[in-house]
């Protein structure tokens, strides 16, 4: 074999290929709950039904490999299973941020040039105006609809390709826009190995209970919300998702649906601790409840105060759009003994104060 060959051989690393984890997931554990959402509750066999079908679906529009989809939805069902189709299908996710202005979405969606915009029906009128502004721009609406014992999120027919089996770490899974404090927003692109590591490190964190089930009440357009997405089919656990944050729905989810995770910020946990007075039946939240993510700046001190007073564990956490989520973690034990710390950077990071 001639040098140069060899010499590529060596240089050129191979991929790393992973089992598609929903996919994974539904082999594994088809009966275990993977995601609540009202009066739906979906095990991994048929989160993965849904998905097979509207990858399929999304076939017959051409969407494959490497094309961009964008999404313009609120937390629910369209949204969960459209995240994961893109995955079976290669294509890459463009999440919006649906509390932008009609200007700042259209100026996205020529900056990511995407081959399809995804709406749910809570958007309707949104996708209506920007398909007025941005006419070249094909569009598909999903909404929830029964049928025969059966959900239904798209009627498109399905076209029989072949879907992904493996994930590649170093593909790009999502074009995350950042929120442009300091001049346009800029999108950040999250690849599957940045999920996985960020899961991997969380784990390592916190640790990993395979009963867990994180309550996703953040937006799933959020890298925050989108993570916990991942981690679900990572980890093998479900998820309780709720549409917006209610903080009576929340605590009755904590109480009932034996939640054990939940992500907030500051002012959320203040008003789930201010309703946890107000009804006056519990004064603080079951065992079960092993982790209260904390992010999105600094506790003040007196709400830490009043969660170690009801034995709250309460994680405070510091990430971003491009660390793909959580890049540090302070435990619960030091939450008062070092106010203002965002904590430790989990076991695959990397951090440089500049």
């Not at 997931?25 to 009202?38: I, K, S, V």
């Not at 020529?110 to 094909?138: C, F």
């Not at 009627?155 to 029989?160: A, N, V």
């Amino acid at each position: 074999m001639k040098r140069d060959m060899i010499d590529s051989i060596v240089s050129t690393p191979a991929p790393v290929l992973l089992p598609d984890w929903l996919m994974r997931c539904a082999e594994n554990f088809p009966d275990r709950l993977a995601l609540y959402f009202g009066p739906f509750s979906w095990s991994f066999a048929e989160l993965d039904r849904q998905v097979t079908r509207l990858a399929q679906q999304l076939a017959s529009l051409g969407i494959a490999e490497g094309m961009r989809v964008a999404l313009l939805a609120g937390s629910g069902l369209p949204y969960v299973v459209c995240v994961h189709a893109l995955m079976r299908l290669g294509a890459v996710l463009v999440p919006l941020n649906v509390r932008l202005t009609l200007e700042e979405l259209c100026w996205q969606l020529n900056d990511v040039r995407p081959a399809l915009l995804i709406s749910d029906e809570g958007y309707q009128g949104r996708l209506t105006e920007i398909s007025q502004r941005l006419t070249d721009l094909p569009t598909l609406s999903l909404s929830v609809v029964h049928q025969d014992e059966d959900v239904l999120l798209c009627h498109l027919p399905l076209k029989e390709v072949p879907l992904r089996q493996e994930i590649d770490l170093s593909a790009i899974q999502a074009i995350m826009y950042t929120s442009g404090t300091t001049g346009q927003p800029k999108g950040a692109l999250i690849t599957f190995g940045m999920q996985w590591w960020n899961a991997v490190g969380s784990a390592l964190n916190m640790g990993h209970n395979p009963e867990d089930r994180w309550l996703a009440c953040m937006p799933l357009f959020h890298v925050g919300g989108l993570s916990i997405l991942m981690k679900s089919v990572i980890y093998g656990i479900g998820v309780v998702l709720h549409e917006r944050f209610d903080p009576a729905a929340v605590n009755a989810a904590i109480v009932n649906q034996r939640v054990t995770i939940i992500s907030v910020v500051a002012v959320m946990l203040q008003r789930m601790l201010a309703e946890l007075e107000k009804t006056g039946a519990e004064t603080s939240y079951p065992e079960t409840l092993r982790c209260v993510l904390l992010g999105g700046g600094p506790a003040p001190r007196v709400l830490l105060e009043a969660c170690r007073d009801k034995q709250i564990p309460v994680v405070q956490t510091y990430g971003l759009t491009e660390s793909c989520s959580q890049a540090v973690t302070l435990t619960s034990a030091d939450a008062l003994r070092k106010l203002g710390s965002a904590g430790r950077p989990l076991p695959p990071v990397q951090l440089r104060i500049v």
